[in-house]
């Protein structure tokens, strides 16, 4: 309703052209042949394959009738003939133009459309280009107005997923169809952002794929969803995410973060809260970051895109920004879902070669920051916090910084214990708290490595894996704390009041 009103009120107030952008052609042109009674003039529309008709009956239109011509001809399908025909007639009328995007490089067409536009006081001609691609010459953009075909909310999806249901069970009545409310509510949230034709689509191969409306078909529709958004190499679709139970520690920011979890993916009761902007994962390397920014996805069951800072670059002026907004765009067109940014650090510092590329990214990446508010859940990374400006860190912009330390011996036993299990060993078979207190200092990536190393070791001395093995891996195993122990503990005393243990 909204939007017949919306179109109805740029055509009664004189507007000559109307540009609707959008792959649902048959919706658009709907809407438009809607207008006919409140306006009191007549819908045509014109393509290439059936030339100029009435909107309606789809034949030759009454208003532009032309005795000395046969029926035939009054149909040419010719784009110029068509125009032509409309500037030339005194009954006002409203054109929709159906995929005349190919055809506005021609200079008498555009001279035709200008003309057309400049005449609508004395003719009241509308021109509506419908096209999935449109950009209008500069000589009759300044007539044109753009409109856009509003997207489903959650209440109009769960009422196009009910619909698709019925529509099952009157064909399969012989058939029980598996559905429950938490995966309906899931498959709302991840189709939104997408036109109504692409949801009706996405929920029939969501139940007839098994007969049933699972989790697994969630996943499927965020990469089918990231797939008819487009992908410029910009942001990559994260297939893999991952569970809070394949980490170690991690305690606080796992009730942080479900104590929002609720804002973020709000059900049908209406919360009233303030949507999550994000956090930050400043901490050691090799301690979990990448892998918490994937379980964060993962706990929510919403898609994860990767920002590439290093294919945002381009070495033409303004390029690199461009990139930048086209990723914003194509984030809030996925959400919800999380922005996973790694190493944030690398792609906003400055150089001596810089020339304001960063400063200028940076700037764009903070200006949305604070105006954001469709669902998009930043976890940004970095492991060297000092080169960060504070204006990317302030509350406003990202929620809370997080301190990813090295583990504690219960992190430390749990990161044992999964990696073993990972690798299909039996964990409750070996003493792993002391292999944990032996480790002190190590990350979760040097705990990983000792596993690898002691599995390799036992197929090489043909016997079972055992706590010597491990012991002994930790033995000849030199952690980055030894290593680079100054940096480190420096890192951790700078956190020490600045930061929320992420443990």
């Known amino acids: 309703m909204f939007e ?28 438009v042949k809607r207008c006919q009674t409140k306006l009191g003039k007549p819908v045509l529309q014109w393509s290439i394959t059936s030339g100029l008709t009435d909107a309606s009956t ?21 784009p110029k003939q068509a125009l032509i025909r409309v500037k030339n007639t005194s009954t006002p009328s409203v054109v929709a133009l159906l995929d005349f995007h190919g055809y506005l490089d021609d200079g008498f067409t555009v001279r035709m459309i200008k003309e057309i536009a400049q005449d609508h006081r004395n003719h009241g001609h509308h021109l509506v280009f419908i096209s999935s691609e449109l950009k209008l010459p500069k000589d009759v953009s300044r007539f044109s107005a753009q409109f856009a075909l509003s997207l489903p909310d959650r209440v109009a999806i769960r009422k196009l997923i009910v619909a698709e249901l019925k529509v099952w069970k009157f064909r399969n009545q ?37 007969n049933a409306i699972s989790k697994s078909d969630v996943t499927n529709i965020q990469r089918a969803k990231y797939e008819l958004i487009g992908q ?97 765009a194509l984030a809030e067109t996925m959400s919800p879902c999380v922005l996973w940014i790694d190493e944030i650090e690398k792609g906003i510092s400055t150089g001596d070669y810089d020339s304001g590329t960063s400063q200028r990214l940076l700037a764009t990446l903070l200006t949305w920051m604070a105006d954001n508010t469709k669902p998009v ?17 302030r509350k406003g912009r990202l929620d ?26 039996a964990a409750d078979t070996l003493a792993l708290a002391d292999a944990a207190k032996k480790a002190e200092g190590f990350s979760g990536a040097e705990i990983e490595q000792v596993v690898v190393s002691a599995l390799y070791q036992s197929a090489a001395l043909d016997q079972q894996l055992d706590e010597d093995l ?7 195993t030199s952690p980055l704390s030894v290593v680079m122990s100054q940096q480190i503990s420096e890192l951790q005393q700078w956190a020490k009041n600045r930061t929320v243990p992420a443990n």
């Open 58 to 78: 789809g034949r030759p239109p009454l208003s532009l009738a032309d005795p000395s011509v046969t029926e035939n001809s009054q149909a040419q399908p010719d």
């Open 232 to 328: 410029d190499g910009v942001l990559s679709f994260e297939f893999e995410t991952a569970k809070f139970g394949q980490i170690g520690g991690f305690e606080n920011l796992k009730r942080w973060l479900e104590l929002r979890k609720a804002a973020f993916l709000p059900a049908e009761k209406n919360l009233k809260l303030d949507v999550p902007k994000g956090i930050l994962l400043a901490g050691i390397q090799g301690c979990g970051k990448s892998l918490a920014a994937r379980a964060v996805a993962g706990a929510w069951d919403i898609p994860l895109l990767r920002l590439d800072f290093g294919a945002l670059y381009n070495k033409f002026f303004g390029e690199t920004e461009k990139n930048m907004r086209q990723a914003i």
């Open 377 to 393: 859940f930043i976890v940004a990374t970095a492991n060297n916090i000092h080169s960060l400006p504070p204006e990317l860190i």
């Open 470 to 476: 491990l012991l002994a891996e930790i033995e000849n």
């Open 400 to 425: 809370e910084v997080f301190f990813v330390d090295l583990p504690d011996a219960k992190a430390r036993e749990q990161i044992f214990s999964i990696h073993l299990a990972k690798r299909e060993v």
């Open 174 to 210: 012989d058939l029980q169809l598996r559905a429950d409310r938490k995966s309906i509510h899931l498959l709302v949230n991840n189709l939104l952002g997408l036109t109504v034709s692409d949801c009706q689509r996405l929920i029939r191969n969501a139940i007839y794929d098994d």
């Open 4 to 31: 017949l009103n919306d179109l109805l009120l740029l055509l009664q107030t004189g507007q000559p052209i109307i540009c609707i952008e959008t792959h649902e052609e048959q919706r658009a042109l709907e809407l």
